[in-house]
T-cell receptor, first 116, second 114 residues
Framework: ETGVTQTPRHLVMGMTNKKSLKCEQHLGHNAMYWYKQSAKKPLELMFVYSLEERVENNSVPSRFSPECPNSSHLFLHLHTLQPEDSALYLC???????????????FGPGTRLTVL | TQLLEQSPQFLSIQEGENLTVYCNSSSVFSSLQWYRQEPGEGPVLLVTVVTGGEVKKLKRLTFQFGDARKDSSLHITAAQPGDTGLYLCAGDMNYGGSQGNLIFGKGTKLSVKP
C-alpha cells in the first residue's frame, strides 16, 4: 500500500462505547497529524506528533486520546463521546514538522464517525 | 473569529465556464496552500505559494498570492466536471520555516455540470 491509510472508513458508536481510529503512513515521514472536519467549520487540527513525540494538543477534550507507537502509525482512542463529536476525522503526515521549507501534508481518506 | 475567509461558499456552474474563488485574511502568512477534496477522500495538495505576488499555473488552474501575503485566489479556466470538489486554502504562519500548524478556511464547494 502507498500513501496514508485510515481504518475504519466508517464508524457508528454509542456515547458509552470505546473505539479506536487507526492511521498508517507508508511515506517514511516524521510528522503525523489528526484533524477534525465538521460540516460548516474549517478543518481543525487536533494533535501533532513529530518523531513519535506529541508536539501539539489544540485544546482537545480528554475523551480523545492519541497514541503514536512509531513513526508510521497513529491512533485516536475514543471514549464517552458526544453526538457533536460526529465528524470526518482525517489523518495526515508530512516529512517534517516545522522544517526548513514549506512541506506537503498528505491526507488519508478519513474515518466518518457518527456518535448516537 | 474566522482567520481565513473563503468565498464563495458554494458555486455551481456549467462545463466550459470560468470561475475564481478567493481566500482572504487580515493576517500575514509565510506560505499558503490550496487543496482539493473529493467526496469520501482526504484533501490533496494542489499548490503552495510562498512569495507575495507569486502566480502559479497548474494546467487550467491559476493561483495567485497577494502582494501582502494576506490573500490568494484560484482561477479555473474552462471548468470541467472533473474539477468538482471542495477547494480549501490553508495558511502557514511560521516564518523562516515550514508549516508548523496549518490554518484552514471552510472551503468553496464547486459543482461543474456537464
Amino acid at each position: 500500500e502507498t500513501g496514508v491509510t485510515q481504518t475504519p472508513r466508517h464508524l457508528v458508536m454509542g456515547m458509552t462505547n470505546k473505539k479506536s481510529l487507526k492511521c498508517e503512513q507508508h511515506l517514511g515521514h516524521n510528522a503525523m497529524y489528526w484533524y477534525k472536519q465538521s460540516a460548516k467549520k474549517p478543518l481543525e487540527l487536533m494533535f501533532v506528533y513529530s518523531l513519535e513525540e506529541r508536539v501539539e494538543n489544540n485544546s482537545v477534550p480528554s475523551r480523545f486520546s492519541p497514541e503514536c507507537p512509531n513513526s508510521s502509525h497513529l491512533f485516536l482512542h475514543l471514549h464517552t463521546l458526544q453526538p457533536e463529536d460526529s465528524a470526518l476525522y482525517l489523518c495526515a503526515s508530512s516529512q517534517e514538522w516545522r522544517g526548513a521549507s514549506p512541506d506537503t501534508q498528505y491526507f488519508g481518506p478519513g474515518t466518518r464517525l457518527t456518535v448516537l | 473569529t474566522q482567520l481565513l475567509e473563503q468565498s464563495p461558499q458554494f458555486l455551481s456552474i456549467q462545463e466550459g465556464e470560468n470561475l475564481t474563488v478567493y481566500c482572504n485574511s487580515s493576517s500575514v502568512f509565510s506560505s499558503l496552500q490550496w487543496y482539493r477534496q473529493e467526496p469520501g477522500e482526504g484533501p490533496v495538495l494542489l499548490v503552495t505559494v510562498v512569495t507575495g505576488g507569486e502566480v502559479k499555473k497548474l494546467k487550467r488552474l491559476t493561483f495567485q498570492f497577494g502582494d501582502a501575503r494576506k490573500d490568494s485566489s484560484l482561477h479555473i479556466t474552462a471548468a470541467q466536471p472533473g474539477d468538482t470538489g471542495l477547494y480549501l486554502c490553508a495558511g502557514d504562519m511560521n516564518y523562516g520555516g515550514s508549516q508548523g500548524n496549518l490554518i484552514f478556511g471552510k472551503g468553496t464547494k464547486l459543482s461543474v455540470k456537464p
